[in-house]
């Protein structure tokens, strides 16, 4: 199992970015997937996840309406656009897959992540 986030960089306040997940080693169409962040000082987190057909998302209350996650199973590809950033948005991004097909709130669910992307939201 193969994951590699990409996308990150320097955004000001107010900005946007789109990160993805580059997947290979098993079939992405089978497993939900997420995403998670670390920031300095502070737990891993996980902030979003989509079920393995894409039909259902989860969504952390700090990101709800700000952040999409969305996936393209064809091309082995997981995204997260991420809009109106805050400077607590700081911190590395991680893609995540999970045990299981769905959607799934739970931190304990993932089993791989792959080599973060930096954020850093500042003016």
């Known amino acids: 199992v193969q994951l590699q986030a990409s996308g990150g960089g320097l955004v000001q306040p107010g900005g946007s970015l789109r990160l993805s997940c580059a997947t290979s080693?098993?079939?992405?169409?089978?497993?939900?997937m997420g995403w998670f962040r670390q920031a300095p000082g502070k737990e891993r987190e996980l902030i979003t996840g989509?079920?393995?057909?894409?039909?259902?998302?989860y969504y952390e209350d700090s990101v709800k309406g700000r952040f999409t996650v969305s996936r393209d199973n064809a091309k082995n590809m997981v995204y997260l656009q991420m809009n109106s950033l805050k400077p607590e948005d700081t911190a590395v991004y991680y893609c995540?897959?999970?045990?299981?097909?769905?959607?799934?709130?739970?931190?304990?669910?993932?089993?791989?992540w792959g080599q973060g992307t930096l954020v850093t939201v500042s003016s």
């Open positions: 995540a897959r999970a045990r299981l097909p769905w959607a799934t709130a739970d931190k304990h669910d993932y089993e791989y």
């Open positions: 080693g098993f079939t992405l169409g089978s497993y939900g």
């Open positions: 989509i079920s393995n057909s894409g039909s259902s998302r």
